[in-house]
């Protein structure tokens, strides 16, 4: 087991809420100093001093992760602030539910530039600064629902994930011979702010029929597999897709 985190430094963004802070609290329990990232700024510095407050090393930034000029900002902070960068999660996103037809432009530019441009401009920023430090591991968060077409609904959603999906296989191929790797991790319906809408409706029956394992996953069980992704144990791996879904992919 080589899990320990102990002298990495990871940028982890959308961490002020749900599996982005349940990340953050995890990367930091093992040992990693963490960026912690959002545009939500009040509920991020609280992660960030919650982690302190435990014994961990953390700190807040405000982050956008369609700015391309904040990312920049943002590594910098990363590398000045903790001495290097090893370790990015690409967490955040946003949901929405309009189908093909009744998409707009705006929802449809708006929904990726965060999950799809955001993803891609936290690699073009963070890659030279791991590059420095002589390697590093990304995982880019999708979903299961960047692999299958879900209910019908959520066009961009859809789009944006399945993009993420194949722009980190082929970042793992650019990247293999330079000791970075880049991972996919597809969460199925996870309990946090995302989906409180849905919350006590059909369509969480809906999810959890279609869902094996007959319940929501819980965030810290999607941190606890990035931790796997981003640590040594998972040295050989790279260019691939974990799924944490409660066996839905599985049908
Ligand atoms: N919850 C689920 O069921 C589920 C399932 C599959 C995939 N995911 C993915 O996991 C990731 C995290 O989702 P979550 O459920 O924790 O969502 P959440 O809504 O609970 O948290 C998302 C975080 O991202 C932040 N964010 C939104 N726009 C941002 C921007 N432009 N720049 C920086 N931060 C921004 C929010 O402020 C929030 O803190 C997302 O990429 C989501 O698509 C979630």
């Known amino acids: 087991m080589n899990t320990t985190l102990d002298g990495k430094v990871a940028l982890v963004t959308g961490a002020a809420l749900g599996i982005g802070e349940a990340t953050a ?9 963490v960026l912690v990232t959002d545009v939500l700024d009040p509920a991020g510095e609280k992660v960030a001093r919650a982690i302190r407050k435990g014994g961990g090393k953390a700190a807040f930034r405000h982050l956008d992760v369609s700015d391309s000029r904040e990312w920049r900002k943002a590594v910098n902070a990363a590398v000045r602030k903790f001495g290097r960068l090893d370790i990015l999660v690409n967490n955040a996103g946003i949901g929405t539910y309009p189908d093909v ?5 705006e929802g449809w530019n708006r929904l990726i530039a965060i999950n799809q441009t955001g993803v891609w401009l936290g690699m073009k920023y963070a890659v030279p600064a791991m590059r420095t430090a002589g390697g590093g591991a990304i995982v880019n968060v999708s979903s299961i629902f960047g692999a299958v077409g879900g209910f019908g609904g959520s066009i961009a959603y859809h789009a944006s994930k399945g993009a993420v999906r194949l722009m980190t296989k082929n970042a793992a191929i650019r990247y293999a011979t330079e000791n970075i790797r880049v991972n996919s991790m597809h969460p199925g319906f996870i309990d946090t702010p995302m989906i409180v809408e849905v919350k006590g409706t059909d369509t969480e029956a809906l999810i959890l029929a279609n869902t094996p394992m007959g319940r929501l996953g819980r965030p810290e069980e999607i941190a606890s597999a990035i931790a796997f992704l981003v640590s040594d144990d998972a040295s050989y791996v790279t260019g691939s897709e974990l799924y944490a879904d409660g066996g839905w992919t599985a049908r």
């Open 25 to 33: 609290r995890e990367l930091a329990a093992r040992g990693a100093a």
């Open 101 to 105: 037809e009744s998409e707009t432009v």
